[in-house]
T-cell receptor, first 113, second 108 residues
Framework: EAGVTQFPSHSVIEKGQTVTLRCDPI?????LYWYRRVMGKEIKFLLH????????ESGMPNNRFLAERTGGTYSTLKVQPAELEDSGVYFC???????????FGPGTRLTVL | AQRVTQPEKLLSVFKGAPVELKCNYS??????LFWYVQYSRQRLQLLLR??SRESIKGFTADLNKGETSFHLKKPFAQEEDSAMYYC??????????FGAGTTVTVRA
């Protein structure tokens, strides 16, 4: 069974540009989470989807971040416009039920210059 | 507010020696505690969760509600245990709060 996949693995952009990160959860997993680790800080929760609905987006830092999960399958996280402080590793995780183990993707390393 | 503290950033032990990674938490209700591990060039993966009470790869962790701790222990460290270890907590909403992580190096 394929695990959680994320694309791209690494993205380098300039301040002010737009970047879209993609996450494909494990097939059948209704719950999808986004987390990120910025330099020197802990891994922080961003938001949680149940199917296509946003269950909790309390961790989204500001309105430059937009997450979608059309059709309840893959999810995208768009940063527009990107700022220097957005640099870090963005993780996606999925679980079958919200009480289950969350399985993580390999992460996308975002560098904003 | 929920918070996880891992006081050690780096931990170096010799092969065959015991290893203990400390984790303290704060949460007003009944949390669920986890240890995640990230080996070099691999993804974050669950090592163990307190409700399952399993021993994985020789590691154990006991939830101490009185001391609000969930320390990870292994009696005899192996070189393949070298990795980054994260303690994490989830409350009623099941989103994870992570500690800063501890990098473990097991020397031959």
């Amino acid at each position: 069974e394929a695990g959680v996949t994320q694309f791209p693995s690494h993205s380098v952009i300039e301040k002010g540009q737009t970047v879209t990160l993609r996450c494909d959860p494990i097939s059948g997993h209704d719950n999808l989470y986004w987390y990120r680790r910025v330099m020197g800080k802990e891994i922080k929760f961003l938001l949680h989807f149940v199917k296509e609905s946003k269950q909790d987006e309390s961790g989204m830092p500001n309105n430059r971040f937009l997450a979608e999960r059309t059709g309840g399958t893959y999810s995208t996280l768009k940063v527009q416009p990107a700022e220097l402080e957005d640099s870090g590793v963005y993780f996606c995780a999925s679980s079958l039920y919200y009480t289950d183990t969350q399985y993580f993707g390999p992460g996308t390393r975002l560098t904003v210059l | 507010a929920q918070r996880v503290t891992q006081p050690e950033k780096l931990l170096s032990v010799f092969k065959g020696a015991p290893v203990e990674l400390k984790c303290n938490y704060s949460y007003s209700g009944s949390p669920e505690l986890f240890w995640y591990v990230q080996y070099s060039r691999q993804r974050l993966q669950l090592l163990l969760r307190h409700i399952s009470r399993e021993s994985i790869k020789g590691f154990t962790a006991d939830l101490n509600k009185g001391e609000t701790s969930f320390h990870l222990k292994k009696p005899f460290a192996q070189e393949e245990d070298s990795a980054m270890y994260y303690c994490a907590l989830s409350g009623n909403d099941y989103k994870l709060s992570f500690g800063a992580g501890t990098t473990v190096t097991v020397r031959a």
